[in-house]
């Protein structure tokens, strides 16, 4: 009797859910939870360019999800792929097995990596990445006899997700000021945003190359025998479309090879596509130490990851018995059959349908829609890079970020998904994007902040 009724219970609560669409149970990250619960955004499908709502409203995706669906939404090959693989081999143990799709992906993986960035770890997302980096560079400095380089490099406004590791060589402060003092023996460039003379640049930036500089004063501040790792991310997306200055990047490598320190490219932005190559890697012909990725990698379908290392890096830590383990380090869901058949399906749309390239042939137009919104009262900055760009908005007095809000709030009702920091709209559309959406972002943005408050 007892256990009839809990059904009965749990079948109330079903009903209820399903007649009232309860919000209440799922605390969700990164938002501000009592808005949204007020006035909910539910997406109920995609295809293509479109998210869809219950109803059938249509949105534009100016934000390829987050960052990370490429490909656009519903690609046959990939929906193919998943559903393929889910009836074949949904799981295999991540320590000491291994599966085909494994080492398939990662030698296609590597074959879009310049240089000798040839070995692939697999990580669940751009968090774990970025984890995984940090904790190479410090094992990799150990196992050749320099432990003493355990100090991290990171820049203000990076973003390198939202792990203990990457938060401190983060530099956004409402992402670490709630969670104490963080991983120690952290440093920080300056950032690259706001130089003097770059406002409304065309592509990179021309002034700051001088900033890589930051990082000799920390080799003089700690002396380089105790310095691991610099990460930085080529492009700094979350913090509002950052651009490295001319220069910046290739000052920064240089810096990095005179004292032995490792230079890590945070690409889980950047990556698969979003420049018009396949990597930043690739656009700033800078090649670093270690890449982290993850987003495009699976187009955000499956959550995975992936580090990509120089030869001389694994090298180093194949030493001692052959049947030690070399690394310790790795998760449950790492390399799954899942998330690998995704992102082979994935690739096999980029390569097909010229993806990882296509966003140079559009990247003049993006430019030109991106600026003309320089007249308009409350902009005070763009910028663009690929199929990339910051729209910054002055700051209400009072009332930071309650613009940039209200410009998300109004480009959803109008049909327009876009992504704000701060007072910064961050557009990053879909690489199958067409000119007529871009005429429609542009031109909805530009009927909405011209009528803001």
Same mark, same amino acid.
């Given at each position: 009797?007892?256990?009839?009724?809990?059904?009965?219970?749990?079948?109330?609560?079903?009903?209820?859910? $399903?007649?009232?669409?309860?919000?209440?149970?799922?605390?969700?990250?990164?938002?501000?939870?009592?808005?949204?619960?007020?006035?909910?955004?539910?997406?109920?499908?995609?295809?293509? $360019?479109?998210?869809?709502?219950?109803?059938?409203?249509?949105?534009?995706?100016?934000?390829?999800?987050?960052?990370?669906?490429?490909?656009?939404?519903?690609? &046959?090959?990939?929906?193919?792929?998943?559903?393929?693989?889910?009836?074949?081999?949904?799981?295999?143990?991540?320590?000491? $097995?291994?599966?085909?799709?494994?080492?398939?992906?990662?030698?296609?993986?590597?074959?879009? $990596?310049?240089?000798?960035?040839?070995?692939?770890?697999?990580?669940?997302?751009?968090?774990?990445?970025?984890?995984?980096?940090?904790?190479?560079?410090?094992?990799?400095?150990?196992?050749?006899?320099?432990?003493?380089?355990?100090?991290?490099?990171?820049?203000?406004?990076?973003?390198?997700?939202?792990?203990?590791?990457?938060?401190?060589?983060?530099?956004?402060?409402?992402?670490?000021?709630?969670?104490?003092?963080?991983?120690?023996?952290?440093?920080?460039?300056?950032?690259?945003?706001?130089?003097?003379?770059?406002?409304?640049?065309?592509?990179?930036?021309?002034?700051?190359?001088?900033?890589?500089? *930051?990082?000799?004063?920390?080799?003089?501040?700690?002396?380089?025998?105790?310095?691991?790792?610099?990460?930085?991310?080529?492009? !700094?997306?979350?913090?509002?479309?950052?651009?490295?200055?001319?220069?910046?990047?290739?000052?920064?490598?240089? /810096?990095?090879?005179?004292?032995? %320190?490792?230079?890590?490219?945070?690409?889980?932005?950047?990556?698969?596509?979003?420049?018009?190559? &396949?990597?930043?890697?690739?656009?700033?012909?800078?090649? &670093?130490?270690?890449?982290?990725?993850?987003?495009?990698?699976?187009?955000?379908?499956?959550?995975?990851?992936?580090?990509?290392?120089?030869?001389?890096?694994?090298?180093?830590?194949?030493?001692?018995?052959?049947?030690?383990?070399?690394?310790?380090?790795?998760?449950?869901?790492?390399?799954?059959?899942?998330?690998?058949?995704?992102?082979?399906?994935?690739?096999?749309?980029?390569?097909?349908?010229?993806?990882?390239?296509?966003?140079?042939?559009?990247?003049?137009?993006?430019?030109?829609?991106?600026?003309?919104?320089? *007249?308009?009262?409350?902009? /005070?900055?763009?910028?663009?890079?690929?199929?990339?760009?910051?729209?910054?908005?002055?700051?209400?007095?009072?009332?930071?970020?309650?613009? !940039?809000?209200?410009?998300?709030?109004?480009?959803?009702? !109008?049909?327009?998904?876009?992504?704000?920091?701060? *007072? /910064?709209?961050?557009?990053?559309?879909?690489? %199958?994007?067409?000119?007529?959406?871009? *005429?429609?972002?542009?031109?909805?943005?530009?009927?909405?902040?011209?009528?803001?408050?």
């Amino acid at each position: 009797m007892h256990y009839h009724a809990e059904r009965g219970n749990e079948d109330i609560k079903k009903k209820k859910f $399903m007649t009232t669409q309860n919000l209440e149970n799922y605390w969700m990250p990164f938002t501000a939870n009592r808005q949204f619960k007020s006035k909910p955004r539910i997406l109920e499908s995609a295809n293509g $360019m479109y998210y869809t709502e219950k109803g059938g409203r249509k949105i534009l995706d100016g934000v390829a999800g987050l960052w990370c669906c490429n490909a656009g939404h519903n690609r &046959p090959r990939i929906v193919e792929a998943v559903r393929e693989q889910v009836g074949k081999l949904d799981y295999a143990p991540a320590f000491q $097995m291994g599966h085909q799709k494994q080492f398939e992906l990662a030698e296609r993986l590597a074959g879009h $990596m310049p240089g000798d960035l040839n070995k692939v770890f697999f990580t669940n997302s751009g968090s774990e990445s970025v984890e995984t980096a940090l904790k190479m560079a410090i094992a990799y400095h150990r196992v050749r006899g320099e432990g003493h380089r355990t100090r991290l490099i990171g820049r203000e406004k990076g973003y390198h997700g939202v792990n203990f590791g990457g938060m401190s060589v983060g530099g956004m402060p409402a992402n670490r000021k709630m969670f104490g003092s963080l991983v120690a023996g952290v440093d920080h460039l300056r950032h690259t945003h706001g130089v003097e003379g770059n406002a409304y640049s065309k592509g990179q930036p021309q002034y700051g190359e001088e900033l890589a500089d *930051d990082l000799i004063r920390m080799v003089e501040l700690h002396d380089a025998s105790t310095i691991a790792a610099v990460i930085v991310e080529p492009l !700094a997306g979350s913090a509002g479309v950052i651009l490295p200055p001319q220069g910046y990047l290739q000052r920064l490598r240089k /810096i990095c090879d005179e004292h032995g %320190i490792l230079l890590i490219f945070d690409e889980v932005i950047t990556g698969f596509g979003r420049l018009g190559t &396949p990597f930043a890697v690739d656009y700033f012909d800078v090649e &670093p130490d270690l890449v982290t990725t993850a987003k495009g990698l699976t187009n955000g379908v499956v959550p995975m990851g992936a580090v990509f290392a120089q030869d001389f890096i694994y090298d180093a830590f194949m030493d001692g018995p052959p049947n030690a383990v070399e690394f310790f380090h790795g998760y449950t869901y790492s390399g799954n059959p899942m998330a690998c058949a995704t992102a082979l399906g994935v690739l096999d749309t980029y390569e097909e349908e010229g993806l990882l390239t296509r966003a140079s042939s559009l990247a003049d137009y993006w430019q030109e829609k991106v600026h003309s919104l320089r *007249d308009l009262e409350h902009v /005070i900055d763009l910028r663009n890079l690929g199929l990339i760009a910051g729209i910054e908005l002055r700051p209400r007095e009072g009332a930071p970020t309650a613009r !940039a809000f209200d410009a998300f709030l109004q480009a959803y009702d !109008a049909g327009l998904l876009i992504r704000t920091t701060g *007072d /910064i709209i961050a557009l990053s559309p879909p690489l %199958i994007i067409e000119k007529e959406h871009i *005429d429609f972002a542009f031109g909805t943005l530009r009927e909405i902040i011209t009528n803001l408050e």
